[in-house]
């Protein structure tokens, strides 16, 4: 793994060795010199994992479908009606 530039800040990234206190072992990663990111090959499998949207609510479903009563609704309790 060999990264020249941050892709947070694209600034350097010079490659440093970290420890890993929960799996007792040492492991390489770049971290940027000017923002201080620090990237490795867990970090970029977990960005660059598909993240799924969540399905809408029944509440979500039901006000897109009434959108137009709830406009009018707010506007008339606003005016007081």
């Known amino acids: 793994m060999q990264y020249n530039k941050c892709p ?3 600034g ?6 970290y420890y890993s206190v929960q799996d007792n072992e040492f492991f390489y ?5 000017n923002c201080g990111n620090i990237i490795d ?3 970029m499998e ?5 993240i799924e949207t969540p399905k809408p609510t029944y ?13 009018e ?4 309790k ?3 009606l």
Not at 46 to 50: H, I, K, M, S
């Open 73 to 76: 609704r707010r506007k008339n």
């Open 12 to 17: 350097l990234c010079l490659k440093e060795r």
């Open 29 to 33: 990663a770049c971290r940027c010199i």
């Open 46 to 50: 977990n960005r660059n994992r598909r």
């Open 41 to 43: 090959e867990i970090i």
């Open 78 to 80: 606003e005016h007081g």
């Open 59 to 71: 509440m979500q479903i039901y006000y897109a479908e009434n959108k137009e009563y709830w406009v």
């Open 8 to 10: 947070k800040c694209q």
